[in-house]
């Protein structure tokens, strides 16, 4: 099946960094990502929809400037959290979905981010 | 407002028993509904889709059903091996039949040998 690749793995960052996660479809192109956050034992939370070659639309309560989204190729999203700090500490995690409406996503491994 | 609800408590059973795990969801119309597995520590990992013109959907020993009406889904697991103990997360399309898909809270299912 279809492969989404996400890096880091893991990361700990200090307080007021910049951190970069990469989300990777393999074998597939997408034109659209989704970046989730999931805080331990809840549910996943769709922060953002990643478009190649335009800007990203932000859900509701995120905060654009803190979190920058760059979706410059077919097979590329990146994640950026500007200034962490520890309330940022999650687990991140990228999707694509593989080709027209109504079908599965695949989902990167994920990111566990620790800001110290 | 929009929910999607899934039982919070862990659900436990015993090997060769069929688990049944309930998602509930309210002020939705959704086009289509998924199921994924997520071990700990991981990313969500596909499952099943079932349309909404779809009553039931099955897939080795995985059964799931729509219920529009109810507005609920039921996803089984016949057979269930201790390899089945994972989360189980529910998930909708936000828009009619649009690629954002949004999860329920999930039910931890552990398989007793």
């Known amino acids: 099946g279809a492969v989404v690749s996400q890096h880091p793995s893991w990361v700990i960052c200090k307080s007021g960094t910049s951190v970069k996660i990469e989300c990777r479809s393999l074998d597939f192109q997408a034109t659209t990502m989704f970046w989730y956050r999931q805080f331990p034992k809840q549910s996943l939370m769709l922060m953002a929809t990643s478009n190649e070659g335009s800007k990203a639309t932000y859900e509701q309560g995120v905060e654009k400037d803190k979190f920058l989204i760059n979706h410059a190729s077919l097979t590329l999203s990146t994640l950026t959290v500007t200034s962490a700090h520890p309330e940022d500490s999650s687990f991140y995690i990228c999707?694509?979905?593989?080709?027209?409406?109504?079908?599965?996503?695949?989902f990167g491994q994920g990111t566990r981010l620790t800001v110290v | 407002s929009q929910k999607i609800e899934q039982n919070s408590e862990a659900l436990n059973i015993q090997e060769g028993k069929t688990a049944t795990l309930t998602c509930n969801y309210t002020?939705?119309?959704?086009?289509?509904l998924q199921w994924y597995r997520q071990d700990p520590g991981r990313g969500p990992v596909f499952l099943l889709l079932?349309?909404?013109?779809?009553k039931e959907k099955r897939k080795e020993r995985l059964k799931v059903t729509f219920d529009t009406t109810l507005k609920q889904s039921l996803f089984h697991i016949t057979a269930s091996q201790p390899a089945d103990s994972a989360t189980y997360l529910c998930?909708?399309?936000?828009?009619?039949?649009?690629?954002?898909?949004?999860f329920g809270a999930g039910t931890r299912l552990f398989v007793k040998a």
């Open positions: 002020n939705y119309s959704p086009a289509y």
């Open positions: 998930a909708l399309d936000k828009g009619r039949g649009g690629f954002k898909t949004i």
């Open positions: 999707s694509a979905p593989t080709g027209g409406v109504n079908t599965e996503a695949f």
């Open positions: 079932i349309r909404e013109n779809e």
